[in-house]
Nanobody, 120 residues
């Protein structure tokens, strides 16, 4: 199982970006998916999560500016980021709880990270 993230880049203050993360490989089901970020010198922090029935949760710092969604048919999670601020600059990682078969428990997987840089 692999998670492939894409969509990062350089954007100006107030701009928008859309991140995508697709799961590939052999598995039974994908449960919770999410995005985390890590800025230089800081710990990795939760940005947003979405369950298999599209219940969402956001960090207070991104509420009202970011929106997480998923396409179950494409095994993909998205993060639409708007009104970006310099403090949003970080490497963004996608995360998923995946059950490889009916007989196995959920396992946690991480994508490779994609850099988001917001310039002022």
């Amino acid at each position: 199982v692999q998670l492939q993230a894409s969509g990062g880049g350089l954007v100006q203050l107030g701009g928008s970006l859309r991140l995508s993360c697709a799961a590939s490989g052999s598995f039974g089901s994908i449960n919770k998916m999410g995005w985390y970020r890590q800025a230089p010198g800081k710990q990795r922090e939760l940005v947003a999560t979405i369950t298999s029935v599209s219940s969402t949760n956001y960090a207070d710092s991104v509420k009202g500016r970011f929106s997480i969604s998923r396409d179950n048919a494409k095994n993909t999670v998205y993060l639409q980021m708007s009104s970006l601020k310099p403090e949003d600059t970080a490497v963004y990682y996608c995360n998923a709880l995946i059950r490889r078969s009916y007989y196995l428990s959920n396992e946690e997987y991480w994508g490779q990270g994609t850099q988001v840089t917001v310039s002022s």
